[in-house]
Antibody, heavy 126, light 111 residues
Framework: QVQLQESGPGLVKPSQTLSLTCSVS??????????WSWIRQPAGKALEWIGR???????NYNPSLKSRVTISVDTSKNQFSLNLNSVTAADTAVYYC??????????????????WGQGTLVTVSS | QSALTQPPSASGSPGQSVTISCTGT?????????VSWYQQHPGKAPKLMIY???KRPSGVPDRFSGAKSGNTASLTVSGLQAEDEADYYC???????????FGTGTKVTVL
């Protein structure tokens, strides 16, 4: 059973870069069956898809964040990462990493996000 | 890319059924079978309840069912139980340029 765990600073200053890592256990980030994904949720608000990457391929991003976001995979550490630059208070949220099942690649739930990490709160404040 | 539209709230008594709608467009919900539903309890990560419109992952009770008609998907919870009280979100694949979009969320209350 694949498990995910987010890590990174809980406080980031405005205009700086938010950097988070998702450690993967029970599975390999080299697998092409999954989209390694980031999703966020401001307090009391809805989920927002940030982006995802398939191992060995280019990432796809939410157009509203595309100019500021980078998602990458580190196969040597079996983890994937999120970088969001030029942050403002509007980027304050709980950030989740999740696995998106990939259609046609034998995943258990194509198009669904499962499992999720426990989430990590990132606050943007000076 | 706009969020999918869900009613803010829904409620039912124990044992009753509640249905939540998720309205998108012909570019997302109406175009693809990759509609999924998530249950989120306060302070917890979302949990996948339905994928590919109507399929249940292993371990999800058959009280949860999904359907789609045109640009609107729906989640029905039958035989409501106290533990079903939670926020529910839908999600849909929306094409290669904007892969995924989530719904606005619905709070389900068990009366």
């Amino acid at each position: 059973q694949v498990q995910l765990q987010e890590s990174g600073p809980g406080l980031v200053k405005p205009s700086q870069t938010l950097s988070l890592t998702c450690s993967v256990s029970g599975g390999s980030v080299s697998s092409k069956s999954y989209g390694w994904s980031w999703i966020r949720q401001p307090a009391g608000k809805a989920l927002e898809w940030i982006g995802r990457i398939y191992s060995g391929e280019s990432a796809n991003y939410n157009p509203s964040l595309k100019s500021r976001v980078t998602i990458s995979v580190d196969t040597s550490k079996n983890q994937f990462s999120l970088n969001l630059n030029s942050v403002t208070a509007a980027d304050t949220a709980v950030y989740y990493c999740a696995i998106q099942g990939r259609a046609g690649y034998g995943s258990e739930s194509p198009g669904g996000f499962d499992p999720w990490g426990q989430g990590t709160l990132v606050t943007v404040s000076s | 890319q706009s969020a999918l539209t869900q009613p803010p709230s829904a409620s039912g008594s124990p044992g009753q059924s509640v249905t939540i709608s998720c309205t998108g467009t012909s570019s997302d919900v109406g175009a693809y079978k990759y509609v999924s539903w998530y249950q989120q309890h306060p302070g917890k990560a979302p949990k996948l309840m339905i994928y590919e419109v109507s399929k249940r992952p292993s371990g999800v009770p058959d009280r949860f069912s999904g359907a789609k008609s045109g640009n609107t998907a729906s989640l029905t919870v039958s035989g409501l139980q106290a533990e079903d009280e939670a926020d529910y979100y839908c999600s849909s694949y929306a094409g290669s340029n904007i892969p995924y979009v989530f719904g606005t969320g619905t709070k389900v209350t068990v009366l």
